[in-house]
């Protein structure tokens, strides 16, 4: 059985930043624009590369890529945001990521970082199909 997280383990995501999402439908897209590491065969990050989209094609089980998204904001209490909320983040500052994870159960990826001084985790759940993707810059 392949792991459809095999792509991601060929980039290290600990102090990088995401600088944007879209959604569409099934669709999530992810956009690194200062890059992803680059790990080799060690699993050692190497140099940043050019500008990342990562695409997440989602089971149909979720009906509306809104429904695989889960944001919260850690602080004196935990508030979960939703995704038009993230996206507003986005647009004042970028994701910077400190872990990155991932699991086969119910095919999760999990980041956990900061927007703006603020504590967040963002998650993806049913995650079908990954696409990465090098994007030039704009």
Do not use: W
Request: glycine letters at 6%; proline letters at 1%.
């Amino acid at each position: 059985m392949n792991n459809i997280f095999e792509q991601l383990f060929q980039y290290g995501f600990h102090d990088t930043e995401l600088s944007s999402i879209c959604g569409q439908n099934l669709e999530i897209s992810l956009f690194f624009q200062k890059g992803l590491y680059l790990l080799d065969k060690t699993g050692k990050e190497t140099f940043l590369s050019k500008p990342i989209q990562i695409e997440l094609k989602l089971e149909s089980y979720c009906q509306h890529f809104e429904n695989a998204i889960e944001v919260k904001e850690y602080g004196g209490k935990i508030k979960f945001l939703n995704y038009s909320q993230m996206k507003k983040y986005l647009e004042k500052g970028n994701f910077e990521i400190f872990m990155a994870y991932y699991s086969n159960f119910n095919n999760c990826i999990m980041f956990e970082g900061s927007i703006s001084k603020k504590n967040i985790q963002l998650s993806i759940e049913g995650i079908r199909t990954i696409i990465i993707t090098e994007i030039n810059s704009c």
